[in-house]
Each structure stands twice: as structure tokens, then as C-alpha cells.
């Protein structure tokens, strides 16, 4: 049985899409070399569209772990609560604040893992939380006072968790209703929302492909070292530990490299031709595919 944890929506309502998440505590596998140091990329001329003017998050948003793209608006996952951003308008918060490590959509079925908030009488973990109301409510699926995931991804029934307690993989059948533990540790994880099945997630030693589900993995040959992953309708979209951001359409086994960013990547999202990219305090956005990128949201706290 569900039980409901109080999570009332105080700003406006957003639709379904998807996300890949990023983790506090966690690290970006590593290269040996650093990230370019630089300027940032400077803001939209007053000549450009003003929705593409980059604006400024609001002073509560202190940390965070995640990023969605759902249709043009962007979700943020933070220490602090789900908050929606539209084109040239700062971030508004979705729900009461929890601590949203954890943080995926498919479908109309929205997916949570992390942390209470503050007053909230729930347990240190939260286990697995689901929405059908787009985050406006949240009732708790599975694992309550277990699991803390910090990576969410699912496709049809299968859901796949990165566990921040033992640091391994956890696989749903039945999505999220039970689960087996699996014995891989994965920085990142996707699964392709069109076959449950693939699945490509990245490691320390470079990325791995899975075939039946994320059951077992297999290294892919030649592919570069990348640290997140999105994987969307028309492929997947990774970033570099430095920056790099390379897309594949052929389930990871091929890459054409896009645009460079100037700090390390800390979350990553794609849908359709739309990137967005947390690297330092600024999310950046493109929408060609990676291959350029402007600033969307400044003053954001980092990991």
C-alpha cells in the first residue's frame, strides 16, 4: 500500500518528460587532466529573443543535484525541492521542499528518491516516491527508510536505482513495486525509453551497454570516457568529464562530438534537439543538439 507523504504544490503545474540525475556527494570519473579554465560564455545580446535571456535563480535554491527538460521548461532537482523554470523566468518551486536527489519522468509517472524536508515526518531515506499529479503530491512506491537513490531511470516497467548507501545498481520489474540488487556499482545509468531492455551507463573505466535490462554489462569498444548520460526519443546525449558533450544515436556504440564547456559537468538533461547542462553556478542550454550552448540560469549553488 502507498502512503502519502504531505508534498503540496505551491507554484504552477508542469507535463511529463525526461530526465537523467546527478548526485550531491558523488564524483565525475576522473581523466588526470582538468577542466579548461575560462570565462563564462557571455549572456544573450538584448538583440535575441528575451525568453533566451539568461536569468538568475533565486537566493533559496542552494544545491543542485539534478536537471529535466519537459517540452521547453526546465525542472531542477535540489536540496531544496522540485522547482520549474520557463524561458526567461526565474525557477518556481513545484512541491513543498524535500531534498530531491534522486529524479526521473516517464510518461505521466514522475519518480523521486532523497531526503525530508524540513517538518516533514518521513525517515532519513525516502525510498522510491511516485507522482501522477506532476509533482504536485507524492506518495511513497517501495523501500521506505532503506534506499537513497541518487540515480533514477526507467522505461515501461523496468526502473533502475543507483543506491548511495551500498553504491550499487537496484532493478525493478514491476515499476518500483519490488527489487533485486544487482551486484555492478555505476556512476551513471539510462535506459532507452523505447526498449527497456538497452540500457548504458558510465563507469570509471569507461561506458558499459546492457541488453537484457541492466541485468548484465558489457564495455563498448571505442567509445569515449563520459561521465552523465541522457537518453531521449531520438538518442542518447553524454558529457565528458570535461566538458565534451558527444550524442550517439545508435545505442552508445557510436559518438559525434558537439560543443565543449568550460567547467566540469554536475547534471545533464536532453529531450529532442534541446540540451541543458549544469556546469559551476550556470545551466546552459542548447538547442541544436550540443553543438552550442547559451546561458539559461545563473547563481546556482554547485555539488
Not at 556527494?25 to 563564462?40: F, L, N
Not at 522510491?128 to 499529479?133: E, K, M, N, P, T
Not at 526498449?195 to 563498448?220: F, N, Q, Y
Request: proline share 6%; glycine share 12%; hydrophobic share 40%.
Amino acid at each position: 500500500m502507498r502512503h502519502t507523504i504531505r508534498l503540496v504544490l505551491i507554484a504552477t503545474t508542469v507535463a511529463a518528460g525526461s530526465v537523467l540525475v546527478s548526485g550531491c556527494g558523488d564524483q565525475i570519473p576522473a581523466t588526470g587532466a582538468t577542466a579548461a579554465a575560462g570565462q563564462s560564455r557571455p549572456a544573450a545580446s538584448p538583440s535575441e529573443d528575451a525568453s533566451l535571456r539568461p536569468v538568475k535563480a533565486p537566493a533559496e535554491i542552494e544545491h543542485v543535484h539534478n536537471l529535466s527538460l519537459v517540452g521547453k521548461d526546465l525542472l531542477l532537482g535540489t536540496h531544496e525541492g522540485l522547482f520549474r523554470q520557463s524561458p526567461g523566468e526565474p525557477p518556481k518551486r513545484v512541491s513543498e521542499p524535500f531534498d530531491v536527489m534522486g529524479f526521473t519522468i516517464d510518461g505521466s509517472r514522475w519518480l523521486a528518491s532523497g531526503h525530508p524536508g524540513p517538518g516533514m515526518s518521513a525517515p532519513a531515506d525516502l525510498g522510491l516516491l511516485l507522482s501522477d499529479d506532476q509533482g504536485r503530491t507524492w506518495d511513497t512506491a517501495s523501500l521506505s527508510g532503506q534506499v537513497d537513490f541518487h540515480r533514477l531511470t526507467s522505461s515501461g516497467e523496468v526502473v533502475l536505482g543507483i543506491n548511495s548507501g551500498d553504491g550499487l545498481l537496484w532493478r525493478s520489474s514491476d515499476a518500483g513495486a519490488s527489487w533485486d540488487t544487482l551486484d555492478v556499482s555505476l556512476y551513471d545509468v539510462a535506459l532507452d525509453p523505447g526498449d527497456p531492455d538497452i540500457a548504458v551507463a558510465t563507469t570509471e573505466r569507461g561506458p558499459l551497454r546492457s541488453e537484457d535490462g541492466g541485468r548484465t554489462w558489457s564495455a563498448i569498444k571505442g567509445a569515449p570516457l563520459i561521465a552523465l548520460l541522457s537518453w531521449h526519443d531520438g538518442g542518447l546525449v553524454a558529457v565528458t568529464p570535461d566538458g565534451q558533450i558527444t550524442t550517439s544515436t545508435d545505442g552508445g556504440r557510436t559518438w559525434t562530438q558537439g560543443d565543449t564547456l568550460k567547467e566540469a559537468p554536475l547534471a545533464l538533461t536532453a529531450s529532442d534537439d534541446d540540451v541543458a547542462v549544469l556546469a559551476g553556478d550556470t545551466v546552459w542550454f542548447s538547442s541544436d543538439a550540443g553543438m552550442s550552448f547559451q546561458p539559461r540560469v545563473t547563481g546556482l549553488g554547485g555539488h
